[in-house]
């Protein structure tokens, strides 16, 4: 289960490391507990309110939708 941040916070278990809201939690190479990332996950931390959300790993990426390609329009030239 993979966790992203929904706002923008310090986080002080980690040298107070910033995270960006969307930015993926924690770090790479970071270890955490599952009562730290209830801890953040929840309204009953310092913030008063979540700071980070779990995000479902095996939901795949959306595909763009392929764009049509412009095409060129013949222009008529009436002859006089």
Known sequence: MSYIAKVKFADLADGK???LA????PRDGLAVSDERLAYLA???NLAGYPLIEKVND???EPTPEP???PTRKRVR???D
């Open 42 to 44: 929840g309204s009953d």
């Open 22 to 25: 969307g930015e993926k939690f």
């Open 77 to 79: 030239r009436d002859a």
């Open 67 to 69: 764009v049509e390609k």
């Open 17 to 19: 490391r910033l995270y």
């Open 58 to 60: 095996e939901t795949p």
